[in-house]
């Protein structure tokens, strides 16, 4: 089923619909990102539309391996870093180099909720592991997750749906255990770090350097987030230098990329984010919807633990959530139930709308929670 056409949201006719479903922003873009895509749009056709190497343009991967290096303090080159259609695409990649048939992938939940059909797709068994209840990692249900058979634990931080950011700690914990499981059964766990939402956080936090807590780490990044433009499917892989067998990784994503019918990232998108790394949507934008959402649903009785980063509420229901995501959509508010998510008792709610859309919802929400207090 589609979970974003579901037709159990019924609205009625007479009813103005406020859509918290998607994950398109409605933020413009930078204005650093619209010069540099005239700019490039004026550069002679066969040089700007021509194909790319499998692996992205060199100029790209060089541009994101300088920045890696900066940030990281690790020798990062054109060789380390793949262009790909979007943070997907390179989820995908990653996953198709490295599963055999059988081999499992550790997701956490809250997940995102097509992880296990990545998985699937290519062969491998999604083993879910709960986080705490405030969303924290748990490194025993991790533990209790890691088998002969692990071939790879997925970490998205800040987290979808709960905007949850896995702080330093806690990642070397993990850290501590991967390389304890490496050592006892003899083999060597991929950590995929899934960093579509890693330049939108709030509150003056910091996101960990992966990078340097764990040398097996493989990264996924998109740029779709950040410069706020959904549907440009443009992002990129980057495996840590010291990794044993990096190249032969690499060569095995290339390949990926032409056997899953990628070819290769958008060769235009590919020469605009070029040089606009570390480019970023105006995330006070993002952080004033949020805090006059959660102000709001706080009030009303909601509970729920403030987003730190992405731009998702993650809210407890008073019952059934499938229930009560259809109450909400007899008030016109369409929302997902925590069970796609693997977190029954929930609803995710996506800020990333128009202001107006928020404060025309409110009544809404209200609403229906007055109802379950009775």
Known sequence: ??????????????????????????IEPPLEFVEELKRVANIPFRRCMANSALAGHV???????????????????AQHVIMTAGGAGALNIILKAILNPGDEVIVLSPLYLEYPYYIDNHGGVCCVAETNADFTLNIDAIAAKTTPRTKAIIINSPNNPSG??????????????????????????FLIYDAAYQDIVYDGNKLPDIFNIYSNTIFAASYSKPLSIPGERIGYAAVHPAMKNSRELMEAL?????????????????????????????RAEYQGRRDMFCNALQDFGYSFTRPMGAYYIFTKTPGDDLVFTQELAKEGILVLPGKSFGRSGYIRIAFCVKKETIKKSLPGFKKVKDFYRH
């Open 1 to 26: 089923m589609n979970i974003f056409e579901d037709r159990s949201q019924v609205v009625s006719k007479e009813k103005e619909v406020y859509d918290f479903r998607l994950e398109t922003p409605k």
């Open 164 to 189: 949850m950011i896995y702080f330093d700690e806690s990642l070397k914990s993990t850290a501590r255990l991967l390389n304890e499981k490496n050592r006892q059964f003899g083999n060597d766990i």
């Open 254 to 282: 290339t390949f990926a990329n032409r056997v899953l019918g990628y070819l290769s990232a958008p060769v235009l998108m590919q020469h605009v984010v070029t040089n606009l790394q570390g480019v970023c949507v105006d």
């Open 59 to 77: 100029q790209a991967r060089e541009a994101i391996a300088k920045t890696l290096s900066k940030e990281r303090g690790l020798p990062f080159t």
